[in-house]
């Protein structure tokens, strides 16, 4: 399937869903339909119970290069300020999905770009890969709550008001994605590795999101009570038992 900014293909063998945002000549920036059709597309993949893992990724050299400023110059205080709180609708519904997400870098994020990828679970980033935050700089506000949730507080500030880039191997450092490989092996990292996790117990997956990411903004004994609650629900639907015969060598999938 695609749309004018995107391309959205399923593997049902695999249970992989996988976005790719396809505004290249416009360095894949976030204007309105973009920002549009991604939400729709990734609450789609969200309603499929049969997908057990999303990725997105960008063709050409730019994973995102942040708001279509030359959108925006034609637009009025209201319509940024609609445009801004899709953008906050976009990566809440990607925060939001129930399964893994997968942000593949391969070229520079910026701004919304960066959020995009801070709002999935794991980022898997080429040496080609670079972050910066240059909101401040811009004369607006934006990555206040993800990024000092990844890197802290100090640096964070220091990222957002210098607007200075952070190359894949120091974002490696700081936290802001899982692994920098070579260009050439991007693909198939990420193939490998939402393979991987494709292949458990999708209502276990599902249930170790939900309370990992939940318990962070819960005290301890509030985190830990969640994690009890997910366990009996897991016990409920049976999800140990399919845990054990993958284990033991027998159908991977539920």
Known sequence: MSTSTLL?????????AR??????PARN?????????????????????????LVIDANGPVFCAGADLKERQGMDDDQIRARRLRAFALYAAIEALPIPVFAVLD???VGSGCEIASACDFVIASTRASFR???????TVGATQRLPRIVGRQ???ELMFSGRAVGAEEA????LVNRVV???????????LAASIADGPSHALRSAKRVLDSGLDDSRHGALAREILAIEDNLNAGTWKAGISTFAGGPAHE
Do not use: F, M, S
Request: aromatic share 2%; glycine share 6%; with cysteine.
């Open 8 to 16: 959205v293909n399923i593997d049902p063998a695999r249970a992989i």
């Open 19 to 24: 976005i790719t945002l396809d505004r290249a």
């Open 29 to 53: 920036a976030l204007n309105n339909a973009l920002c549009r059709e991604l939400h729709q597309a990734v609450l789609a993949v969200g309603a499929q119970p049969d997908i057990h893992v």
């Open 107 to 109: 070229g520079p994020a």
């Open 133 to 139: 935050y240059p909101e401040a700089r811009w004369g």
């Open 155 to 157: 640096l964070a500030k």
């Open 172 to 175: 490696l450092r700081i936290g």
């Open 182 to 192: 070579a260009p050439e092996a991007l693909q198939a990292t990420v193939t490998e």
